[in-house]
Nanobody
Framework: QVQLVESGGGLVQPGGSLRLSCTAS????????EGWYRQAPGKARELVAT???????GYADSVKGRFTISRDNAKNTVYLQMNSLKPDDTAVYYC?????????WGQGTQVTVSS
């Protein structure tokens, strides 16, 4: 059984920064993909960033140059560093672990960007 626990959300002003973290418990394959998704009120959940077990990263166009996904293997934790935050970034952010066709999800953490 794999469990994901995330934290780091909060309220920030436009232009501010937040760092989200997601720690995985349990044992799973070394070959996997982790990612961050977000869902704003009234909108569908969208992919924000991904990182493979090999370290390759990918980003949605809307966050390129502002967000960075990374991993600390020793801590079994994936991070999302969010800089230059905009009001449109306001959403519940979810971390995800995908192993083949199986996905595991964190509980979600609220990020609100507002003056």
């Amino acid at each position: 059984q794999v469990q994901l626990v995330e934290s780091g959300g909060g309220l920030v002003q436009p232009g501010g920064s937040l760092r989200l973290s997601c720690t995985a418990s349990g044992i799973f394959s070394s070959i996997h993909t982790e990612g961050w998704y977000r869902q704003a009120p009234g909108k569908a959940r969208e992919l924000v960033a991904t990182i493979t077990s090999g370290g390759s990263t990918g980003y949605a166009d809307s966050v390129k140059g502002r967000f960075t996904i990374s991993r600390d293997n020793a801590k079994n934790t994936v991070y999302l560093q969010m800089n230059s935050l905009k009001p449109d970034d306001t959403a519940v952010y979810y971390c995800n672990l995908r192993i083949s066709l199986t996905s595991y999800w964190g509980q979600g953490t609220q990020v609100t960007v507002s003056s």
